[in-house]
């Protein structure tokens, strides 16, 4: 029997039963706003399709399946959070929204959980390849998303993460642990961009900032629960996106196409790590992109009270 085996790391045990329902509503939202997101792609290229045949004569309707099967009136409780899907819900809306189904199943709410012990962190870490782990929190911290964009658009990545601090924490490699926190921070941040899980974006970053991130701390900084601070910071990347991609169609004089998720990484990649990055008033490149316009100028002010990193006071003797 492995020494991890039934063993919880402290602070990961101090949650409570209301964190446990916090990550399953959390889990149920962003489910729903996956498989609704996909379900307008799957819709909006079912037009596409019809509009380009030669059965224009034909009237075009949408056909009722998978998520728009769902009441308006059952979707808003699941987008809520608030009521949770039956595994034949889930496979049935995968049928057009397969995404939806790998967010419900993602590893990561498992690793979240205060009855998930550390024999299950260690699992996950090896799944994902301890030194490929090792080389995405590298690249992040170096400023070279780049390198590893197709590991920050699912949630994979975001759970090994996790799992690896709470190891990290349960073996007092809090120096370590730090690092690996900054590496996650990027990673909740880059969901932020991500359009099928920009909704839920804040509530994630509030249930993993609760459970792994807060407290973590190297002998200047210390990680805060930040939960104004990343909804400015979240809600100014998305709308830098859209406006990006909205300039990008009026040049083509027509509706352009989506960005790529690597444009989208690449685009958001000093943002991202200037925000994830302590030792620093703000980096030039991310205080750039605040100064511009009155909405950012109320970005900043948020940020101010609500920094994501604080000073460590020294010590008492």
Known sequence: MSRFSGIVDKKTAE????????????????WAAVAQAEH???????????????????????PCEGWSAISELRRKPYLEGTRHPHEQTIEVVANHAPVSRKAFYSVLWQVLSPQTDLQTCMNTVFAFDDEKLDALVSNLLLGQAHNVAEHLVD?????ALVAYIRLLGHERNYVRAFEVGCALTQSLCYHAVNPLFVTVAPRLWNVVSKGVLEGLQNSQFRFS??????QYFSDTLWARLTSAEALYGVHRLAAGPKFRWETIVDMNCECIRGFATPGHDRPDLLQSFLDVGSANRHLVSGLDKDPLFRSVGPKRL
């Open 15 to 30: 949650q409570g039963p209301a964190y446990v329902r916090e990550i399953r509503q959390v889990r149920t939202a962003l």
């Open 40 to 62: 307008v792609a799957w819709q909006i290229a079912l037009r596409r399709k019809f509009l380009s045949s030669n059965t224009r004569s034909e009237k075009f309707s949408l």
């Open 155 to 159: 949630l994979r990545a975001t759970g």
């Open 225 to 230: 629960r930040c939960s104004d601070g990343f």
